[in-house]
């Protein structure tokens, strides 16, 4: 299996930028599908954005797009998360998490279909 530690996170104004990184260890990330996901306090956990294995297929969340980018290094065991323009409601816990599940199309967005997932880590933007 995998794990995952995230890092990345802080507190930046509103229009700013973050970049997260979610570093794995046991198994190489070239096995997974990858995604982000994050978490408000008294709101579910809801997708942010997912990449295929080979790095092809990002796909975004309506909220993120245009402003976020995920990005893998499979060499590195690493996968990011770039954060642009960001807003107050960006404000979450991030987490990172690999799917072992393998798409025909695409990649997976919800939560239930990733079987691990990394600590998460804090973004706070200010308005």
């Known amino acids: 299996q995998v794990q995952l530690v995230e890092s990345g996170g802080g507190l930046v104004q509103a229009g700013g930028s973050l970049r997260l990184s979610c570093a794995a260890s046991?198994?190489?990330?070239?096995?997974?599908?990858m995604g982000w996901f994050r978490q408000s306090p008294g709101k579910e956990r809801e997708f942010v954005a997912a990449?295929?294995?080979?790095?092809?297929?990002?796909y975004y969340s309506d909220s993120v797009k245009g402003r976020f980018t995920i990005s893998r290094d499979n060499a590195r065991n690493t996968v990011y998360l770039q954060m642009n323009s960001l807003k107050p409601e960006d404000t979450a816990i991030y987490f990172c998490?690999?799917?072992?599940?393998?798409?025909?199309?695409?990649?997976?967005?919800?939560?239930?279909?990733?079987?691990?997932w990394g600590q998460g880590t804090q973004v706070t933007v200010s308005s």
């Open positions: 046991g198994r190489n990330i070239a096995s997974y599908d």
């Open positions: 990449i295929s294995r080979s790095g092809g297929s990002p």
């Open positions: 998490a690999a799917s072992v599940l393998v798409s025909a199309v695409g990649v997976f967005t919800r939560v239930n279909s990733y079987r691990y």
